[in-house]
């Protein structure tokens, strides 16, 4: 069982960087791969990125590509999502997710993954 907690987001003007944090329970955390997803007002819930479990993969949607970037700490039980250049589209409820499983493969369907936090506000004005 793993038990996720989000934070780090808030309210930013566009043009700013905001890191958003999910702290993970548990002593197995390097075994599982963490995803990143967001949800925008009125819209589904859409994948952003996701990174193996020893954080040496990592695989983005292509709107991510270019302005955000996750990276894990293993010995804090902690992925990050770094979102720089923010622009009110951003504006969503970020999510994060884990996936156990020791085999790397890119997965960006939310079926994939086991366990999801709660959820962290990204409000981005113009």
């Known amino acids: 069982q793993v038990q996720l907690v989000e934070s780090g987001g808030g309210l930013v003007q566009a043009g700013g960087s905001l890191r958003l944090s999910c702290a993970a329970s548990?002593?197995?955390?390097?075994?599982?791969?963490l995803g990143w997803f967001r949800q925008a007002p009125g819209k589904e819930r859409e994948f952003v990125a996701t990174?193996?479990?020893?954080?040496?993969?990592?695989y983005y949607a292509d709107f991510a590509k270019a302005r955000f970037t996750i990276s894990r700490d293993n010995a804090k039980n902690t992925v990050y999502l770094q979102v720089k250049s923010l622009k009110p589209e951003d504006t969503a409820v970020y999510y994060c997710a884990a996936r156990y499983g020791n085999s790397w493969f890119p997965a960006s369907a939310e079926d994939k993954y086991n366990y999801w936090g709660q959820g962290t506000q990204v409000t981005v004005s113009s």
């Open positions: 548990g002593r197995t955390f390097s075994s599982y791969a």
């Open positions: 990174i193996s479990g020893s954080g040496a993969s990592t």
